[in-house]
């Protein structure tokens, strides 16, 4: 792919304008998060174009967003955020992605590092056998028909029913878990049949579990109140999302999508940006069925958190209550929502599209929990497996500015492909395992696909986001043992 030539404007140190004027047919301008070192990275490719085309969408306002993680998407870049019109806006699929409602979900413990290290092994190697991992990956529920339509209706609430969990686990849950205005109607009978035996898995690309240990909290007070409290607490973190079943709803749509363009007379400047209106018929039921997708992806990540918190107990031998297994938070970084904000002055009701892209929203936001009113969301910034993670919280600039959005994560600076043939004959395994990481995977030689340098720096992103001021960092952590799909 050849190098991005196009215009940029910098607006400061964090701040990179496409203009309106780059290219026909743009009807905001772009906006880049990046520092100078980090231009580089994304002049190497095409990403920004897809900024720019993004930014051709109707009913599109203020700008097409894009976050120091972007890398190529389908569509619109991964780490895109863009917010349309409900009224005469239009919504895409390629700015939600097939991974509906891939996410990011964090528990802390009353464990430190030297009451873990000397079991890491044998807690990895539990988790594993928990939770089932890699590609096609198959789970412990079995569910007919009805039950996985309650499921797609419920969300996480239906796992939390049927013991998987518990209540306060819903309150520091994004949208509770459950996000209303699904319809099972509008999900196709193979995207119900590739999901209903994997509820409950991990998966396969860069999903994970991760043990972690604190290693530094800028915020305590802040900190103190999401139950991180000491350098070397161990902290567990999950990403998934909604497996096959995601994957098949966005295909499924996609294709609806593709005649809506025509139908409706728009023009894109790329066909991956396939669209419908909002309020149209397609529109409607895309984002119905996406909404059902959502609510499997919290769903699966509800389960594999009861599962590992029963790994925690028979590994330690201690309770639940014992061992402090409770939630920080669960966010989602892959979906569409319906939000209302001040844009020129004006309240709009809005679909926001984040793609690779994690809601930020400030103290006294009344979507955020009671228990974190005084300090505003949680933001999980997830690293590589060889680095290390962040925790940060949202702000008030980043409603102003970005629609309450923020990073997701390091971001890809090496595709699969190239990224496995630069670590060829490496043993990615062993060489984190002497740096005091252990790895199990369903594939050691899909490891290299997830190495270190296949990654943007996760602390350069997270700077930037932080000195910009659309998120604030709290603590960072660093991997003690992972489960790789």
Not at 109 to 131: C, H
Not at 158 to 164: D, I, L, N, R
Not at 190 to 216: D, M, S
Request: proline share 5%.
């Amino acid at each position: 792919m050849p190098r991005w030539e196009g215009t940029l404007k910098k607006i400061d140190d964090y701040r990179w304008e496409i203009p309106q004027s780059y290219k026909a047919g743009m009807r905001v301008p772009g906006l880049i998060y990046a520092d100078e070192a980090m231009l580089e990275h994304i002049r190497e490719d095409q990403t920004p174009e897809q900024v720019a085309n993004v930014a051709c969408l109707p009913g599109i306002v203020a700008r097409s967003l894009a976050m120091p993680d972007i890398h190529w998407g389908y569509g619109f870049p991964i780490g895109g955020v863009a917010a349309t019109r409900i009224e005469d806006g239009v919504i895409s699929p390629g700015g939600v992605g097939y991974d509906i409602n891939c996410g990011v979900r964090l528990l802390r413990t009353n464990l430190m590092q030297e009451d873990v290290s000397p079991k890491i092994e044998e807690l990895i190697s539990e988790l594993y056998r928990a939770i089932p991992s890699g590609v096609g990956s198959q789970g412990r529920l079995r569910l007919d028909q009805k039950e996985i339509e309650k499921v797609l209706l419920m969300g996480a609430r239906w796992a939390v029913e049927k013991g998987y969990g518990e209540a306060r686990d819903l309150e520091v849950t994004e949208a509770n878990g459950s996000m209303p205005g699904g319809d099972p109607q509008c999900v196709s009978t193979k995207a119900k049949q590739r999901g209903g035996p994997q509820l409950g898995t991990l998966g396969a690309g860069n999903h994970f579990l991760e043990v972690q240990a604190v290693e530094e909290i800028y915020e305590p007070a802040i900190a103190a109140v999401m139950g991180i409290e000491r350098v070397g607490q161990v902290l567990l973190l999950i990403h998934t999302g909604s497996r096959g079943f995601g994957h098949q709803v966005c295909t499924d749509h996609l294709v609806t999508m593709g005649a809506a363009v025509q139908r409706y007379g728009i023009h894109l400047p790329d066909r991956q940006l396939a669209c419908a209106p909002v309020k149209s018929p397609e529109g409607k039921d895309y984002f119905a069925a996406m909404v059902c997708a959502a609510n499997y992806a919290w769903t699966n990540r509800q389960c594999i958190t009861h599962w590992a918190r029963e790994c925690f107990v028979k590994v330690f031998g201690q309770s639940q209550r014992e061992l402090g297994l409770e939630m920080v938070y669960d966010v989602t970084h892959n979906i569409a929502k319906m939000e209302d904000y001040q844009v020129d002055g004006k309240r709009l009701s809005l679909c926001i599209h984040r793609k690779g892209a994690t809601r930020a929203f400030p103290a006294g936001h009344p979507e955020v929990p009671a228990i974190y009113a005084e300090i505003g969301q949680p933001v999980l910034i997830p690293g590589d497996m060889g680095r290390y993670s962040y925790i940060l919280v949202g702000t008030q600039r980043a409603m102003e500015e970005t629609f309450g959005s923020t990073c997701h994560g390091a971001g890809r600076v090496q595709s699969r492909t190239a990224a496995k043939r630069s670590q060829r004959g490496v043993d990615v395994a062993r060489r984190l395992a002497q740096r005091g990481i252990i790895v199990k995977a369903g594939s050691m030689a899909s490891l290299a696909e997830e190495a270190s340098e296949a990654y943007k720096d996760v602390a350069a992103v997270v700077e930037v986001t932080h000195n910009a001021g659309i998120s604030r960092k709290v603590a960072k952590a660093r991997p003690l043992g992972v489960v790789k799909g």
